[in-house]
């Protein structure tokens, strides 16, 4: 006989799969999936919000449960996101760990864009030949985190970009909070305007952003360069999969959460 699911273990299992949930999505599925009583759901789901497991953020006028960062959160293999003040004490060995203040830029590694651009970024970095490990850039910076993580991980320096100046100012906050403001050049430049070429370019964007910016990418990847993208759907990635390998970039990763994606190109050619 099939053991009844523990209803907390079953709803984590629910968010953590989706990236984020709303609560009504969230209780809907757990009574047509696992035939959770209402009663048992809204009792599951504040123990875990209580324990810290779990915690709501608004955006754009909907509420959503996400993963809590009382704690650290584990991204990918090796990176950390922390709050000031957390203790990375207990993280494991040979962690990395990333620091960001909460304001109110995009970036705190709530959302799963975030997430798995972080992830695509560590892997990026590894496969990077050292030659071109000089400077990433970070289009759309808003809290600085993958700059941040992409120095972290062995990018010598990055430039961060960002038009809105409560992004630029938090940027700069969260790289000096992790002792690398020295190798980040956060600005409001334009970034056609950047001179030279980028060993990786980071990019969590809207998909028409993207897709508008794809020859630009390639233009400016050396030869072994690495672009990391996130902010797409599953069916947008196989697309922008597909429009990217014209300009000479092969898909070298995706990763999918929930109902977003990212993906994770190396140029072969120029």
Known sequence: MEKNPDPAQALAGMVNASGRLTPVELCRRAREELGLPRAGVRRALKGLVERGVFEYACENATVFLVPSLAAPVGVGRRLFLLRPGQDAAGLPEGALPVVLREGASFGSGR????RLCLALIEDAV?????????CCLDLGTGSG????????????????????????????ENAALNGVDGRIAVSGADFRGQAGAFGLILANLRAPTLFSLLPVFAERLPCGGFLAASGLHPDEASDYAA?????GLSLAGRRDLGCWSGVSFQKRTG
């Not at 959302?111 to 975030?114: A, D, F, K």
């Open 111 to 114: 959302h799963p864009t975030t």
């Open 145 to 172: 985190v993958l700059a941040i993580a992409a120095v972290r991980l062995g990018m010598r320096s990055a430039v961060a970009l960002d038009l809105d100046p409560s992004a630029l100012f938090e940027a700069r």
């Open 126 to 134: 590894e496969a990077l030949p050292e030659g071109l490990r000089d």
């Open 243 to 247: 429009s990217a390998a014209a300009f």
